[in-house]
């Protein structure tokens, strides 16, 4: 029997992770108060390898770090691309016109001089 059922509110806590680009997975677990990251990944059942970069609320947490009872812990995948890079692909793609603070301009305007 576990704390939660001996009349402890526990706690209920959002898991969520992205198996692959895109797609984002999610399951609700219901865990005695007090519970660290560690007990959350373990009552998850599945293997998150040997040390998977976790967040609270896009904040970073250690294994064990104690959760508290609404909390959404996430599991982060490595990055594919770095995020430099990507944005100078982007730039090329998109060209100078189509970037950056003042690309749009207001109907009648003129550009300065």
Known sequence: MTDVDRGDP???ITLVWSPAE???E???????????VQAALTASGRDWGASPKLGVWG?????DD???DGDRLEIYRPLTVDPKRARRERFSRQGARTAGLFARRRPGSTPRR
Not at 27 to 33: A, C, D, F, K
């Open 22 to 24: 895109r797609v984002v």
């Open 10 to 12: 526990g706690l209920t």
């Open 59 to 63: 904040r970073k947490v250690a294994l």
């Open 26 to 36: 999610s399951t609700v677990l219901r865990l005695p108060s007090g519970s660290t």
């Open 66 to 68: 104690v959760l508290r």
